[in-house]
Structure formats: structure tokens, C-alpha cells
């Protein structure tokens, strides 16, 4: 066990984040069945997407600033009380797009900030020598909820639709109970003096960009992010792309599932292997092996074959966990404390910065060239930073300078701060 207060919050969030997935498919398919409005069920997922957006950097700046602990607390029991109006609605009747959109966006925003503040009180939590640890297994406990929680809702969906809702309430509750046990020491950040009027608005503005202003000096991390955010662009499209194929335009849903279950899986999978994988290759080496696999697998998604499909998302996805976890570490590593929540959320937003536009793309590329062309000019793309990898040995020297997480002395004060 990596100490009591991180496994109080794995299992605590395992059940919120499966809850949350669960009602992330249930809310549009209640408000198709509510509107018979295909156009009305997308609205929820556009609202979650934009509050997610803007809630980024003042959730981080929020989460420097107040008790990290007190701000998960305060969140899991707004995204119950959210979670059981929505119960409530569904049971009278009242459930209305505008109600449904405003139900996701409210929790879009206290789920960004309960993220912002997680990561600081896991930071405490962790012992630096099983940081890397920690966050491979907080992988595995995404993936898992990614792979469970959308059947549960359908599942839940069909024995009555306030069902889904009041059990998303209840595991918020729980999560609560069992955060409450988790030990945290607020340490207040540095006073920072700030004027009125003007001056007051430049400083605020300041303090939200800052922690874009430490990402931007860290060369090898920003190289890393820049990787990530055109994977996160590629997976989207991916997604959309198998999931056409494998249905045969749509005509086939249920091959689409399983598109979805794969990606779940090989997250699982990817997420469980991600410790054995950084201790034994070097980050270029990581980088140079992923590039390879999605350049080879990505245009096979693009066939239609439905077996091929799956297999090919279920590896891709597979080693989508080790690049996020360099991430991760890094900043875990070297973040100073009372910046944590604003440098995650700048790395977040840098992150998905492009995804958006991979949907889009996809659409476009299948309608005008076909799948199998439409993977290989979407995958394209990758071979610049892998050349640039390959050409210049001082950038891998800087990329091969991030640090996995194995040596506490590197970081002794972490290290300190993780025995409160």
C-alpha cells in the first residue's frame, strides 16, 4: 500500500469516476428520450466540453489558494446534491434540455476543480519514491471507469432513468465520507501583494497565467506536452474514425461499442504496464515506440475490418498511459507546491488544446477521401516530432532528462512534504 490517505482516495474516486462516466452516457440518452432531439442529446456533451474549458485555470488558481482537502469535500457534495436534482427532475417529469445542460455544466466545473485540487492533496499523500506508482495506478483507475461506467448507465438507464442519478448521488456521498478520513496539512502559499483597481485586475491575471509561465521554461516538458496534446487530437480522431468503420457508417452500433470497450481495456492494460515500461526504457525510447506503434496501427483503423479495428484501438490506446505519466511525474516532480493546481492546469489546457478539432477533421477527411486516407493524413503528422527526435541529439538528451520519480533524494522537499 503506498500509504492510507492515497488508497482512501483511489477507491474514493474509483467510484465517483465510474458514477460519473455511468451518468456521462445516461444525461444525453435522457434527454434523447425526453426531446427526441438527437441535436439536444449533443448539447450536453458541448456544455461539458466548454465548461470543462473555462473552469481550467481559475479552478487551478483556486486550488493554490484554499484548503485542497476542504475544496474535494466541498465538491463531492455539490456534485451530489447536482447528481440527485437531476434524479429528482427525471422522476417528475421536468427534465428539460436546458435543464440537463445546466446540470452538466455545473458539474463539468466542480469536476475541474476537484481535480485542480486533487492532485496537490496526492502530492502530500505520496511518498516521492512511489510517486510514479501512484500515478499509474490513478491511470488504471480512470481507464477502468472508462471501461465500466457508460454499460452500467445504459444498464441502469433501462431499470427506470432517475436510477443512474441517485446511485451517481450516493457514490459522490461515499467519496465524501471516505476523503474526510484522508490526512491533509494546508500549507498557505506565498503572500503576494497585488494593488486596487487596474493593478488588482493585471495581478489576478498574472496569477492565472503563471503557471504557463513555468511550463514554458521547461523545454523537455513542453516538448512532451506538444507530443501529448497532437496524440490527444489523433485519439479523437481514432475514436471516430474506428468507430465508423467498425459500425459500417453507423449502420452496425453495436461493433461501435466495442470499439469503445477496447480503447477501456487497452487503457487498463496500458496503465498497469506503465511502471515496468518507464523503469526499463528511456523517455526517447518511450516517445520513438509509441510514434512507431500509432504510425503502423492508426491507418488500419481506417479499413472497416471490425476484428482488426478492435485490435488495433485496443493497442494504441494501450500506450497512451506511460507518455501521460512523464507528463505527470514531471510536473509532480518539479512543480513547486504552491503553483501545483495552476502548472496542472496550464499542462491540461496546453494538453487539449487541439483535440477539439480531431472530430471535425476525421469528418471532413472520411467524407471527402475515404477511411483508410483519412488515417494516414491524420497520423501523418507524427513523423515531424519523431525525425526531430531522431536528427537532433540535443533535444534527446533534454528529453531523456526527465526524471521518473525513483530517486527521493532529487526532490527532498517532497519528500518532506509527503510525510505530513
Not at 427532475?89 to 481535480?115: E, M
Not at 487596474?198 to 497565467?209: D, F, I, P, V
Request: proline share 5%.
Amino acid at each position: 500500500m503506498i500509504s492510507r490517505s492515497f488508497t482512501l482516495i483511489w477507491v474514493s474516486q474509483a467510484l465517483s469516476d465510474m458514477a460519473s462516466e455511468m451518468t456521462s452516457l445516461a444525461l444525453p440518452l435522457a434527454v434523447l428520450a425526453a426531446t427526441r432531439s438527437p441535436v439536444d442529446a449533443a448539447m450536453v456533451a458541448t456544455a461539458v466540453g466548454i465548461a470543462q474549458l473555462i473552469a481550467k485555470l481559475p479552478s487551478g488558481l483556486v486550488a493554490d489558494t484554499v484548503n485542497r482537502k476542504t475544496l474535494l469535500l466541498l465538491c463531492d457534495a455539490g456534485r451530489a446534491v447536482i447528481a440527485l436534482l437531476l434524479a429528482l427532475a427525471l422522476a417528475v417529469g421536468q427534465l428539460t434540455t436546458i435543464v440537463a445542460v445546466a446540470a452538466a455544466a455545473a458539474t463539468a466545473v466542480v469536476s475541474t476543480l476537484f481535480s485542480a485540487g486533487e492532485t496537490g492533496v496526492i502530492r502530500q499523500a505520496v511518498p516521492v519514491a512511489q510517486r510514479r506508482q501512484a500515478i499509474t495506478r490513478t491511470i488504471v483507475r480512470t481507464n477502468i471507469a472508462i471501461a465500466v461506467g457508460p454499460p452500467l448507465g445504459g444498464l441502469l438507464l433501462t431499470l427506470g432513468a432517475p436510477i443512474a442519478f441517485l446511485v451517481d448521488s450516493a457514490s459522490y456521498l461515499l467519496s465524501l465520507l471516505l476523503l474526510s478520513r484522508v490526512v491533509y496539512q494546508h500549507l498557505p502559499r506565498p503572500a503576494e501583494s497585488g494593488g486596487g483597481g487596474a493593478g488588482a485586475l493585471r495581478h489576478t491575471t498574472g496569477e492565472l497565467t503563471r503557471g504557463f509561465e513555468w511550463v514554458f521554461k521547461q523545454r523537455p516538458l513542453l516538448f512532451l506536452v506538444a507530443f501529448v496534446a497532437y496524440l490527444n487530437l489523433l485519439g479523437r480522431s481514432v475514436e471516430l474514425l474506428a468507430a465508423i468503420g467498425a459500425s459500417d457508417l453507423g449502420r452496425h452500433p453495436v461493433s461501435a461499442g466495442w470499439v469503445l470497450t477496447a480503447a477501456g481495456c487497452g487503457g487498463i492494460a496500458g496503465g498497469v504496464c506503465t511502471g515496468w515500461i518507464l523503469r526499463r526504457f528511456r523517455p526517447v525510447t518511450v516517445l520513438g515506440g509509441i510514434g512507431a506503434v500509432w504510425l503502423v496501427l492508426t491507418p488500419l483503423t481506417g479499413l472497416g475490418h471490425t476484428l482488426l479495428t478492435v485490435a488495433a484501438v485496443g493497442v494504441i490506446v494501450f500506450f497512451l498511459p506511460p507518455i501521460g505519466s512523464l507528463v505527470s511525474l514531471q510536473v509532480g516532480l518539479d512543480a513547486p507546491a504552491h503553483l501545483l493546481g495552476r502548472i496542472s492546469a496550464a499542462v491540461a489546457l496546453l494538453a487539449g488544446s487541439i483535440a477539439w478539432a480531431g472530430p471535425g477533421i476525421t469528418g471532413f477527411l472520411i467524407a471527402g477521401q475515404g477511411g483508410l486516407t483519412a488515417a494516414i493524413v491524420l497520423v501523418a503528422p507524427l513523423l515531424l516530432p519523431l525525425g526531430a527526435l531522431c536528427a537532433s541529439p540535443r533535444l534527446r538528451t533534454a528529453v531523456n532528462s526527465v526524471r521518473s520519480g525513483d530517486d527521493p533524494a532529487e526532490v527532498p522537499e517532497l519528500a518532506a512534504s509527503s510525510q505530513n
